[in-house]
């Protein structure tokens, strides 16, 4: 089967650092893609991994092990804004289907 | 404006009625999708479409139906036959190249009175 899971909440304090982790088994694997929601609204897109190793976009990066089936998004300098659900999400081998975990719920506390 | 837009964004349901919800896309995407989202829950694709008059289901499409007649426009229609129909539906699209991430519209909330 196919299964993605994330950890249901986390906290963390504003400034500091915060890492979420993402594991999944699917069939097939063209890619993993990490969103931000906040309650109510739409995701909005923060990175895509297809290849293993680190990529980063100003204070988010994101990391990849195939071989391992894992992920994580790494959240620097946190800021209030920063509280919403982090969703992970993999395109496998169906290439037009994005698979969704069920998100990670991140509050930031001053 | 490019984008995705999603109407209406609040729709009330009588239980045994059929509702429709528009998706229109401006941004010359190929492949559109609807998904569901429940509270707390993460994102479950209802159906898909990759190019005009073709469309394939989800892993949640009972109870719902698809059209895509044009390429800008999937409007998913939430039948009577849908036991269950409370929820926030995401419509969303992409290009269909390999690594093209989805957008998403703003979401419609559709609740069963």
């Known amino acids: 089967g196919q299964n993605i899971d994330q950890p249901t909440e986390m906290t963390a304090t504003e400034g500091a650092i915060v890492q979420i982790n993402c594991t999944y088994q699917?069939?097939?694997?063209?890619?993993l893609f990490w969103y931000q929601q906040h309650a109510g609204e739409a995701p909005t897109f923060l990175s895509y991994?297809?290849?293993?190793g680190l990529e980063e976009k100003g204070r988010f990066s994101s990391f990849l092990s195939r071989s391992k089936g894992y992920s994580y998004l790494l959240l620097k300098e946190l800021q209030m804004k920063d509280s919403a659900s982090y969703l992970c999400?993999?395109?496998?081998?169906?290439?037009?289907?994005?698979?969704f975990g069920t998100g990670t719920r991140l509050q930031v506390f001053p | 404006d490019g984008g995705i837009t999603q109407s209406p964004k609040y729709l009330f349901r009588k239980e045994g009625q059929n509702v429709t919800l528009s998706c229109e896309q401006n941004?010359?995407?190929?492949?559109m999708y609807w998904y569901r989202q429940d509270p707390g829950q993460g994102l479950r694709l209802i159906y898909y479409s990759q190019i005009v008059n073709d469309f394939q289901k989800g892993d949640i499409a009972e109870g719902y139906s698809v059209s895509r007649e044009k390429k800008e426009s999937f409007p998913l229609t939430v039948t009577s036959a849908q036991k269950n129909p409370t929820a926030f539906y995401l419509c969303?699209?992409?290009?269909?190249?390999?690594?093209?991430?989805?957008?998403f519209g703003e979401g419609s909330w559709l609740t069963v009175v």
């Open positions: 699917t069939s097939g694997f063209n890619g």
């Open positions: 999400a993999v395109r496998g081998s169906n290439t037009d289907k994005l698979i």
């Open positions: 991994n297809v290849l293993d």
């Open positions: 969303a699209s992409r290009f269909s190249e390999a690594g093209n991430t989805i957008y």
């Open positions: 941004l010359n995407h190929d492949a």
